[in-house]
């Protein structure tokens, strides 16, 4: 199936399956891809999937453009296997196949069962970058798991249970640490404003009210 991994400064941020015909990115909330960044435009671009595996990407008229291994697309045009989508810092690999690993449901399962009551349900979760050239950008956690990371390195995934956020390391020789403690196999709680170390990228785990 093909997909599109999504990354700032090396940093995974979002790993996506097209599975829709039409898969739209931007900054506004109701894009199926949504970064919140002043360099992307409210309905940026999209990617349409024909047939099994075709997929082609179209800028939709934004301000900053979008470009394909560093060259501005004009018209719609058919993304090859590993071909990279750059809007400002952000960088999409597209691939065009691959298994869906089960993972993320373990995952999942591993961090429901610390789960503690809280309120982060009602409340909106991010996290922001605290270092290197993207400080200051803000990174909506929307998905009931996310991963973050850069694979083969220091990958964790982000879940949004119904008591609140968890994280939990998945691969990745490097130790990611939460307020300078290694955090363990089975995942702790995230709070307001804790600070999550991932493969030397410090990124601040915010919840503000909707």
Avoid at 31 to 38: G, K, R, S, T
């Amino acid at each position: 199936m093909p997909q599109l991994i999504a990354s700032v400064e090396g940093v995974e941020i979002k790993h996506v399956y097209l599975r829709k015909d039409r898969t739209t990115l931007g900054r506004r909330p109701q894009n199926d891809i949504v970064f919140n960044n002043p360099v992307v435009s409210g309905e940026h671009c999209v990617f349409e999937l024909q047939g099994l595996a075709d997929v082609y990407v179209q800028d939709l008229a934004s301000t900053n453009g979008t470009y394909i291994n560093g060259k501005m697309i004009k018209s719609r045009q058919l993304l090859h296997d590993n071909d990279v989508i750059a809007i400002g810092n952000f960088r999409i690999q597209y691939l065009t196949a691959s298994e869906e690993s089960g993972f993320h449901e373990t995952a999942t399962m591993k961090l429901d069962a610390h789960a503690t009551p809280d309120v982060a349900g009602t409340l909106h979760a991010s996290f922001k970058v605290l270092s290197g050239s993207s400080s200051g950008l803000e990174v909506p956690v929307v998905k009931a798991v996310t991963t973050f990371g850069q694979p083969g390195v220091s990958v964790v995934a982000v879940s949004h249970r119904r008591y609140g956020y968890y994280v939990a390391p998945l691969e990745g020789d490097v130790q990611p640490t939460l307020n300078g403690k290694v955090i363990g196999a089975d995942g702790v709680p995230l709070a307001h404003n804790d600070v999550l170390e991932l493969a030397g990228t410090s990124m601040q785990f915010l919840l503000k009210d909707g």
